[in-house]
């Protein structure tokens, strides 16, 4: 089967990542599929568009670890986006065909534009308030106004907009909002042409190479779902061309951080693949626990402890109904299990770490340009089909 699937190079990559895309693109390519894999940079300037002075240090990162954790050029196509034009030509052929409303509709938009919403509300909201006390204010100040409305307009602006930073930043919280996810202060950012086509763009990378399977998680089943509209829009409008790609569901754990919260790296509560060994110790040994469980003669809940989600992946199985059974009797206090747990961790991480380092910058870039011109070749036959069948030179 043909796979297609990307990742937008954000950042480091760390065991959230691991556990929920690479270890599918591992077990997809041992399977023996026909799998092309590439780094989303494209993907990732439609939310930090502003940061792009990182994106070539992420992406470099994003492929040695691949090549790290075990992905190979000679089983899969690994390939960088940008670098294979075809997939943004197929994107605007695209865009022809695809109704705005389908777009609007995905509910990544639709969340966007809700939060917006909201808070454009609420700055009303506050403007309203804030603006009588301003006037209020300001003859106190004994300064000389040029032109007083305009000014009392400017402060309103400026005041209004520093609330809602502050909200975002976390200094302080409204009751009104606490349905905002604020650990996204990009929202205003974002409403892009870009992130509302963004879309299509997936769609396109998928089917530049006729892929068939896409492993995704359930969250992103509406996009393809979405893709698959457009492929058979396509089809009924020039004929048969795209196989309707399918979701290929995969298991992925939602890993929690040390913190508890989901693992992410804007919370910061992340282990990443190339952790240093201190940083390693420390963050376990912070790791929130059952929290009735507060001494080692205490029994605890290992389903509800975070550690013990850990040690179902990396602890081998018969430790881990030991641990298991030991918590529940209170046999066994947390450090105890935590040190276990840190153990777990650097059987797992150093072999990655070490084959990491191993894989030289300059190897990685070879290997990934090597591997776009692979996949222009087949990107570029699909190129030719589709300019042929809408009647293009
Ligand atoms: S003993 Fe281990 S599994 Fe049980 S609560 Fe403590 S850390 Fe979690």
């Known amino acids: 089967m043909r796979i297609v699937s990307g990742m937008r190079p954000t950042g480091r990559l760390h065991l959230g990542h691991y556990f929920g895309v690479l270890r599918n693109f591992l077990k997809l390519q041992e399977e023996g599929n026909r799998c092309f894999y590439f780094v989303a940079d494209w993907h990732a300037l439609t939310t930090s568009y502003k940061n792009s002075e990182e994106l070539k240090k992420n992406t470099e990162h994003m492929m040695r670890m691949w090549l790290g954790v075990g992905l190979s050029p000679k089983k899969s196509t690994l390939f960088i986006q940008s670098l294979v034009k075809e997939h943004s030509e197929l994107s605007l052929l695209l865009s022809m065909i695809t109704p705005k409303s389908w777009l609007e509709w995905n509910p990544t938009y639709k969340d966007l534009k809700y939060n917006l919403l909201r808070i454009s509300e609420l700055s009303k909201e506050l403007k309203e308030r804030v603006g009588e006390s301003l006037k209020n204010f300001l003859p106190s100040l004994n300064l000389k106004v040029?032109?007083?409305?305009?000014?009392?307009?400017?402060?309103?602006?400026?005041?209004?907009?520093?609330?809602?930073?502050?909200?975002?930043?976390?200094?302080?919280?409204?009751?009104?909002?606490?349905?905002?996810?604020?650990?996204?202060?990009?929202?205003?950012?974002?409403?892009?042409?870009?992130?509302?086509?963004?879309?299509?763009?997936?769609?396109?990378?998928?089917?530049?190479?006729?892929?068939?399977?896409?492993?995704?998680?359930?969250?992103?089943?509406?996009?393809?779902?979405?893709?698959?509209?457009?492929?058979?829009?396509?089809?009924?409008?020039?004929?048969?061309?795209?196989?309707?790609?399918?979701?290929?569901?995969?298991?992925?754990?939602?890993?929690?951080?040390?913190?508890?919260?989901?693992?992410?790296?804007?919370?910061?509560?992340?282990?990443?693949?190339?952790?240093?060994?201190?940083?390693?110790?420390?963050?376990?040994?912070?790791?929130?626990?059952?929290?009735?469980?507060?001494?080692?003669?205490?029994?605890?809940?290992?389903?509800?402890?975070?550690?013990?989600?850990?040690?179902?992946?990396?602890?081998?199985?018969?430790?881990?109904?030991?641990?298991?059974?030991?918590?529940?009797?209170?046999?066994?206090?947390?450090?105890?299990?935590?040190?276990?747990?840190?153990?777990?961790?650097?059987?797992?991480?150093?072999?990655?770490?070490?084959?990491?380092?191993?894989?030289?910058?300059?190897?990685?870039?070879?290997?990934?340009k090597e591997g776009s011109l692979k996949a222009r070749e087949v990107a570029g036959k699909t190129l030719e089909e589709v300019r042929e069948k809408m009647n293009l030179p």
Request: overall charge neutral; glycine content about 6%; some cysteine.
């Open 146 to 368: 040029h032109k007083p409305q305009k000014f009392q307009e400017f402060m309103l602006e400026k005041f209004t907009s520093s609330l809602i930073d502050a909200l975002f930043e976390g200094l302080i919280e409204g009751e009104t909002l606490r349905e905002l996810n604020t650990s996204k202060k990009q929202y205003y950012e974002i409403d892009t042409f870009g992130f509302l086509g963004y879309p299509v763009l997936q769609t396109a990378d998928i089917i530049v190479y006729k892929g068939e399977g896409v492993p995704v998680g359930e969250d992103q089943l509406p996009h393809i779902e979405l893709s698959r509209e457009i492929v058979r829009r396509f089809n009924r409008l020039y004929g048969k061309t795209f196989p309707e790609p399918r979701a290929i569901l995969t298991e992925s754990p939602k890993l929690l951080g040390f913190d508890g919260r989901k693992m992410s790296k804007s919370y910061k509560n992340a282990i990443y693949l190339d952790e240093e060994e201190e940083s390693l110790r420390k963050k376990v040994m912070a790791f929130f626990t059952d929290p009735q469980k507060l001494r080692r003669g205490d029994p605890g809940r290992p389903n509800l402890c975070p550690v013990f989600s850990y040690h179902r992946l990396l602890t081998p199985k018969e430790k881990t109904l030991q641990i298991e059974e030991d918590c529940k009797k209170g046999i066994l206090g947390c450090v105890d299990c935590k040190k276990i747990f840190l153990n777990s961790l650097k059987n797992f991480l150093e072999p990655i770490k070490e084959r990491y380092e191993r894989v030289s910058p300059s190897y990685a870039w070879e290997v990934f």
